[in-house]
């Protein structure tokens, strides 16, 4: 893991802080992670922490534009130790590869790529995730502007969209989790 985080911190790639990788291994522990999908994939770091709460065997698919981070991660898993098959790297946009994948068949999505993004990747999730899968948007507290109304920068005011959003689809169960830079969650119910 502190592989992973100087990895990260080299290329300036923001990496999850332990809390918030607790948080996400017991996440997919919870929903019982046989198959999880990661939007954004980093240095691995929240790699790791996926598959520590993944049941044995359960495969990851972490999807990545940036081939260098794609490269990163292999290092990062393979230090740890993690069998080649239990992780899939796709280098790709997260918008062109979630189509591809298979409708109802993953128990939990944790979103870590372009923000401006995230309303297309719960619609995706509505797809993907099978009843009670999980999906987890990083960030999502905005660094405590998101309780400040005179926050009006443009991600400030996507994540409060969003927030709204999630809490008002009636696919879901939803909420703010205070950890790190905030994590939303939301349980699929149908």
């Not at 198959?35 to 691995?44: D, F, N, R, S, Y």
């Not at 993944?54 to 990545?64: A, K």
């Not at 993953?106 to 995730?129: G, V």
């Not at 409060?160 to 994590?183: H, N, Q, W």
Request: a neutral charge; glycine letters at 10%.
């Amino acid at each position: 893991m502190l592989a992973a985080r100087q990895r990260a911190a080299e290329v300036g790639v923001a990496a999850v802080d332990a809390l918030t990788g607790a948080v996400l291994a017991l996440l997919a522990a919870a929903a019982n992670g046989k198959a999880v999908v990661e939007l954004g994939t980093g240095a691995g770091v929240s790699s790791l922490w996926l598959l520590r709460g993944m049941r044995p065997g359960g495969i990851l698919t972490s999807v990545d534009s940036e081939s260098e981070h794609q490269r990163l991660a292999k290092a990062s898993l393979a230090e740890a130790g993690v069998p080649a098959g239990r992780a899939r790297l796709i280098a790709g946009r997260a918008l062109d590869v979630l189509p591809r994948l298979s409708d109802a068949a993953y128990d939990l999505l944790f979103c870590d790529a372009a923000k401006s993004e995230n309303p297309d990747y719960l619609e995706a999730a509505a797809r993907l995730l099978r009843p009670a899968g999980v999906i987890v948007f990083a960030g999502a507290l905005a660094g405590g502007r998101i309780a400040e109304p005179a926050a009006r920068d443009p991600e400030t005011v996507a994540l409060r969209e969003l927030a709204k959003t999630v809490r008002d689809d009636g696919r879901f169960v939803t909420a703010a989790l205070p950890v790190g830079t905030g994590l939303l969650v939301a349980a699929r119910t149908c």
